[in-house]
């Protein structure tokens, strides 16, 4: 039986990788900030020290991106240096890694989906600490896998759906940004592809991993209340007329090459309609 650790157990994601790579039939381990700090190196050498895993996911991370206009160090420390230590480690125990990425590490600038090769420039904090993180895992752990995801949604953290559905307990219309373009993931969705990933024995690379075709945050809304048979009315709005701190890209759809199912279908199960 292999072993699989899941940094960072906290959160939406890794409740739901936790829960596939059991189902498959893995040993799997989780750590929180209380057994180690990936932004420590000692702590993480001693954490290591007497043990060894198949697989380790770094899905640790510093993910509030308006917060990171104001807390860059912060950001990168977590995002960049914790992920360093961890691929250090694990190279020296010879151990592959995943490093959980972003849609934000591009600009938006496109009108095409972007491809694992196509040239990165963050516009926000967030997204240049998560870039940073790449390029420190790549260069400390030669078996990395990196994967890009983007829009994740799941249980057991806050999201967009869940915001959405919350705010319409209370509110007969709400205002949804129309001209920013991604790709909904739901993160059972995303377990599934990184452990197939890593059972196939894939090679060692950048992938992207999220939702099949592309939509806005106001279309997104608009099928989350379809399909929940929820009547409230959705205002489209332009991203000027919701400024925040941290910019968006427009376009950050990602060319996944079809290795998770379209967004809808996604969120069809996700509500338990398939």
Same mark, same amino acid.
């Given at each position: 039986? *292999?072993?699989?650790?899941? +940094? ?13 790579? *059991? ?8 750590? !929180? ?5 990936? !932004? ?16 380790? @996911? ?6 509030? +991106? ?30 592959? @890694? +995943? ?17 694992? %090769?196509? *040239?990165?420039?963050? @516009?926000? +904090? ?11 895992? !790549?260069?400390?752990?030669? /078996?990395?896998?990196? =994967?890009? !995801? $983007?829009?994740?949604?799941? $249980? ?12 319409? *307990? ?11 373009? &991604? %790709? ?25 991993? %999220? &939702? ?11 099928? =989350? ?22 910019? /968006? ?11 998770? /199912? ?13």
């Amino acid at each position: 039986m *292999k072993n699989i650790l899941v +940094v960072g157990a906290n959160g939406m994601l890794s409740h739901d990788l936790i829960k596939v790579f *059991k189902e498959k039939g893995y040993n799997v381990s989780s750590t !929180t900030r209380k057994d180690f700090d990936i !932004t420590k190196k000692e702590e993480v050498k001693d954490f290591f020290k007497d043990k060894s895993f198949d697989l380790v @996911i770094n899905s640790a991370a510093y993910t509030q +991106v308006d917060k990171a206009e104001e807390e860059k160090e912060l950001a990168f420390l977590t995002n960049e240096e914790g992920a360093r230590n961890l691929a250090q480690i694990t190279s020296q125990k010879n151990i592959p @890694i +995943v490093y959980i990425s972003t849609d934000y590490v591009f600009d938006g600038k496109g009108h095409e989906s972007y491809k694992t %090769c196509d *040239k990165t420039n963050p @516009i926000n +904090v967030y997204g240049e600490s998560k870039l940073a993180g790449e390029i420190a895992t !790549t260069k400390a752990n030669p /078996r990395s896998y990196i =994967v890009r !995801t $983007s829009w994740l949604y799941g $249980s057991g953290g806050k999201n967009f759906v869940e915001t959405m559905l919350e705010l319409a *307990k209370t509110k007969s219309e709400i205002k949804v940004v129309s001209d920013q373009f &991604g %790709c909904p993931t739901w993160t059972l969705d995303l377990s599934r592809a990184i452990e197939k990933l890593f059972r196939e024995e894939s090679e060692y690379a950048i992938y992207h991993l %999220c &939702g099949v075709g592309q939509t806005s945050w106001y279309e997104f809304a608009e099928e =989350v209340f379809r399909l929940k048979n929820i009547d409230i009315t959705v205002i489209p709005i332009e991203t000027k007329e919701f400024p925040r701190p941290a910019n /968006r890209p427009k376009y950050s759809v990602l060319d996944n090459n079809g290795l998770i /199912r379209s967004w809808q279908d996604s969120l069809r199960e996700s509500f338990g309609l398939i």
